[in-house]
């Protein structure tokens, strides 16, 4: 009944930017909090951004300052704004929302992920 689709990853140099898109869809009530994890190769995946439905953020230490999250709850769509990358920002992105849906109730639902790689 939900589905996520994200967009936007790819192969950027260090210091470049890329702006992910995720929009979800389907027969959905409200989506209460909007976020973005990664999984680097080797590690575990971690949260690296997240909005909930009145604008509070939520950041990982390591993107503060470089990465911005935003929102259009009209569309049902967020976003990351990704500055000033580092080779240690090459993971896959996944998006996440906790949705509310009309029929079957409160769940997490996740994008397919989306690549992106920093390097020279």
């Known amino acids: 009944q939900v589905r996520v689709v994200e967009s936007g990853g790819g192969l950027v140099q260090p210091g470049g930017s890329l702006r992910l898109s995720c929009a979800a869809s389907g027969s959905i009530f409200m989506i209460y909090t909007m976020g973005w994890y990664r999984q680097a190769p080797g590690k575990q995946r971690e949260l690296v951004a997240d909005?909930?439905?009145?604008?509070?953020?939520n950041y990982a230490d390591s993107v503060k300052g470089r990465f911005t999250i935003s929102r259009d709850n009209v569309k049902n769509t967020v976003y990351l704004q990704m500055d000033s990358l580092k080779p240690e920002d090459t993971a896959v992105y996944y998006c996440?929302?906790?949705?509310?849906?009309?029929?079957?109730?409160?769940?997490?639902?996740w994008g397919q992920g989306t690549q992106v790689t920093v390097s020279s």
């Open positions: 996440h929302g906790d949705v509310g849906t009309k029929i079957m109730g409160r769940g997490d639902y």
């Open positions: 909005m909930d439905s009145v604008g509070t953020t």
